[in-house]
């Protein structure tokens, strides 16, 4: 089935339906289910607001950031492989892997300062307009170039639509189509640039999910950047984040990191040569533990089961845990180390290691410094991905050696 099932058709499919969602969950009529112990809110219902696109932390959030992200993957996977300039092919990666972070973590939405605003948009217009100069003086990526410019022109719309949002005043009936449209406006921008990408590189749209997706072996110097990147997450989580209260209605800067992770490791499962003969339904498995693991890091599950909630709050104080969910990142491990079991190619070195670092997610847990427990989750899950890959990582094995 996963073979067949083109990239366009899932994309619009779960897009369209997180975007009707969006649109209507404002208008729902309250109810209240005791059997799901849901509580009803005053704007539509709980059940429904992990797939509202209007909201932060939820499993809709992760699947737009998501795809920002692979979008600025894609670039980089043409870096010094493809008729993209390496310059242009790393520059478009930044803005997309940018938008992500700010999609996950409402970056923009904390700059209040307009001068401050101003600056990061005219260094995105820069760098946009020399990807545009150097890629549409090429006939070769020419017509990429004209279809990156109409997606960055829609997401400008779409800062345009922010704008109207906050000084028109908007009747409520309108108020959930308002959103939809402007969530919907992102996700076509995204499209357009993800599915240039990929025609830029295989020469056609009509793939399965599967093999357009991004292959971490192909990204040069990825080990040096996602060190880079854990080094910069944990200084910022500590030093940063926890001045400010606003973790829990708006996005968590800190949950983006983990993601990347997940995501990466996920892909590298995905692409393993060895799926493609023994051990197949074993390693999908591990890729959709993976998968689930990074939509978590964003969206917390566990606060819509007000039991696990409460069980795990008698462990970690319910303010700590509300703003850093770290908790979970155990309940990651301990799946992942489970779905390593059925694993014909995984070594026992490595499942030993996996419960090393269960042990360490659980004793981490037990300090409640909030600087800390922000961090924690980025130094997990690196320690995830070494552990994966050992000392040679990025390549097709799960165990860490090159194939050729």
Known sequence: MHKQLNWSFLFWAVSLGLLIITAVNFHLP????TLLQIDDRTEGWRLLEPFNLARENNVAVWWSGIWLLTAGMLSYQQFGRGPLRRDASMILAILMVGLSLDEIGSIHERVG??????LFGAVGFVMLGYFAFQTHANPQTRRLA??????????????????????????HWFRGLRFAVEEGTELLATYVIVRALIISEHGTNQLPWHEVLPRPQRFPGLGTWLTAGAILNTVVAIAILPQFDDL?????????????????????????VKLKSGGRKAGMLFFGCLIFCSIDSVAAFSQYIPKLYSSIEQVIPADVFAVTGSGRYVVHLLLL????????????????KLLALLLIAVIGNFYQNLGFQLALPGILTMGLAWVLFRTNPWTDSLEGRRVN
């Open 30 to 33: 309250q109810f209240d289910n």
């Open 113 to 118: 300062s307009m001068r401050i605003q101003a």
């Open 146 to 171: 004209i279809h990156i410019l109409i997606g960055f022109l829609l997401y400008l719309s779409v800062a345009f639509q922010e704008y109207l949002e906050s000084a028109l005043a908007w009747p």
């Open 248 to 272: 829990i209605t708006r996005g968590n800067p800190a949950s983006w990191f983990p993601l990347v992770v997940y995501y990466l490791l996920a892909l590298a499962v995905l692409h393993d």
């Open 337 to 352: 180390f489970c779905a390593s079991m059925v694993q014909p190619m995984m070594q026992w070195e490595t499942r030993f």
